[in-house]
């Protein structure tokens, strides 16, 4: 079974940078689009980036020119690079992908989440 593991996150000051991970492991053939959301107690989740089989990546307004996603398809892992954090920016992270597995059935799959706290 595929499972997703999010990692990377922690406490940092405003204006700092974290670096989240999403490592998908399982009989994957194929990993197709990967998306990053983010959630506060209290609140709807929310989207944060979008990153399709192939085009340009998808960001909400409220992270644009802040963060940047990337993958390494070989490691099967997808990175969340987050620049001049804002305490609003606090939530847990969670991933999401799109996956094709050996067996050739589809599904989404998600992690579990990893807790971003950004402090003034």
């Known amino acids: 079974q595929v499972q997703l593991v999010e990692s990377g996150g922690g406490l940092v000051q405003a204006g700092g940078s974290l670096r989240l991970s999403c490592a998908a492991s399982g009989s994957i053939y194929r990993t197709d689009a990967m998306v990053w959301f983010r959630q506060t107690q209290g609140k709807q989740r929310e989207l944060v980036a979008f990153m399709p089989t192939g085009g340009t990546t998808v960001y909400a307004d409220s992270v644009k020119g802040r963060f940047t996603v990337s993958r390494d398809n070989a490691k099967n892992t997808v990175y969340l690079q987050m620049d001049s954090l804002k305490p609003e920016d606090t939530a847990v992270y969670y991933c999401?992908?799109?996956?094709?597995?050996?067996?050739?059935?589809?599904?989404?799959?998600w992690g579990r989440g990893t807790q971003v706290t950004v402090s003034s």
């Open positions: 999401n992908a799109q996956i094709l597995l050996e067996t050739f059935r589809f599904g989404t799959y």
